[in-house]
């Protein structure tokens, strides 16, 4: 059986791994020059600094399967992912927690009366949230909702906070204690030789062949047995139904001697300020030691067809068309989706990674 997987992310490495390993032959294929997708890490020419290129990435789940998964290809190094935000030549602790809450109003509160001052704050009509507005003001109220959510929000994602789904909101913990982590999760960690070296690693098997800089073609289809499918949905579709829309992010790279900001992002929540955050890569890596540094200032904006697509808008709209395209998919007996992009979903690289193995399984347990 002949098995084509196109992507070299986390999720067609993956695929290709555990087929592989039960007998069959892959071929995977990415038209970009490195696998590991967005993911992708390597190493800056001038200073030795592992680079995020493609924005940054924290290996973070619950999930002891996948944790152990990507310890077998990678050296994890421990990392716990610390944000600020800056507010009016203000910065603040992200996700809001209790030194944001005090900080923010100017008080000393201890966690039970900062948590009857958000209730006391709270604006929640019918107890239901709708959107992401909703969500935020029935948690924090008005004020710290427009200081640290509409406007970080409305230029990540170009749109209204009110057309948002409450789920992009549900990301972030709200915290009445000290306790400052970005994530909540178990296992939490870097890889000490970047996604790439990782992603590399899960491709590394006699029976995969992987090929970087070759793009698909439908004829190529006529080869294979199957097909995994981890581009956009909508691409392997010629957007029939339309195109899904995505954000994407432009870096503006800039170089400092030193230090720059301290930590490894620092968002901006000011409407007037046009980036979102600044990632400083050298703070990805505290094991390691440079004196110089590379820095991204991110800006978000509306995907073109030719940009590279982040992350999936999933408003009405988009999930009427979802919907029209997963029919499509559904009826494709040789082709399996998967993936950010194939599936259209916000998937961070842990839950890639194990809908990944839950494909494979399913796809073995058929044979
Ligand atoms: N968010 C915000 N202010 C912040 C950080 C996040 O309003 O300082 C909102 C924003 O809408 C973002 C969402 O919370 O898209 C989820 O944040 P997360 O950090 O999970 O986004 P990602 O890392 O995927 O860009």
């Known amino acids: 059986m002949k098995i084509l997987v196109v992507g070299a992310g986390l999720s067609g490495a993956v695929i290709a791994r555990q087929l592989a390993e039960a007998g069959y032959s892959c071929h995977v ?86 948590r009857a001052f958000c209730a006391e ?70 890889p000490r030789q970047g996604y790439t070296d990782l992603t590399a690693g899960v491709l590394d098997h006699p029976r995969i062949r992987t090929e970087l800089g070759r793009a698909y073609r439908p004829e190529m289809r006529s080869d294979y047995d199957h097909l995994f499918w981890t581009g956009k949905l909508d691409e392997f579709f010629d957007f029939r139904l339309g195109d899904l829309a995505y954000r994407t992010l432009d870096f503006e790279e800039f170089r400092y001697q030193g230090d720059y900001q301290g930590c490894a992002v620092m968002n901006y929540a000011d409407a007037d300020v046009p980036y979102t955050r600044i990632t400083e890569h050298k703070h990805f890596a505290p094991w390691e030691s440079h004196s110089g540094s590379v820095c991204y200032r991110e800006y978000s904006r509306a995907a073109g067809r030719g940009d590279t697509p982040y992350y999936p808008i999933r408003l009405a709209a988009e999930q009427r068309m979802l919907a029209g395209y997963e029919q499509l998919a559904a009826a494709e007996t040789h082709v399996t989706f998967l993936g950010r992009l194939g599936t259209y979903a916000y998937l961070d690289m842990d839950m890639s990674i194990a809908a990944a193995l839950a494909v494979a399984e399913e796809f073995l347990a058929r044979r």
């Open 29 to 114: 294929i990415d038209q970009r020059a490195h696998p590991a997708g967005n993911c992708h890490t390597e190493r800056d020419p001038e200073t030795g600094i592992m680079v995020h290129r493609y924005g940054p990435h924290i290996f973070h789940t619950d999930d002891l399967r996948v944790w152990t998964y990507v310890n077998r290809f990678a050296e994890m190094m421990a990392f716990d992912h610390r944000v600020k935000i800056t507010l009016s030549g203000r910065v603040h602790a992200m996700p809001i927690n209790l030194l944001t809450i005090n900080q923010f109003f100017g008080t000393a509160m201890r966690p039970d009366e900062a």
């Open 121 to 190: 704050l709270a604006e929640c009509p019918d107890g239901n949230p709708g959107n992401f507005e909703e969500q935020a003001l029935s948690l924090v109220g008005r004020g710290i909702y427009e200081a640290f959510f509409k406007g970080y929000t409305e230029k990540q994602w170009g749109c209204a906070a009110r057309d948002l789904p409450a789920s992009v909101l549900k990301r972030l913990p709200l915290r009445f204690d000290y306790n400052d982590r970005y994530f909540a999760h178990k296992y939490q960690g870097i």
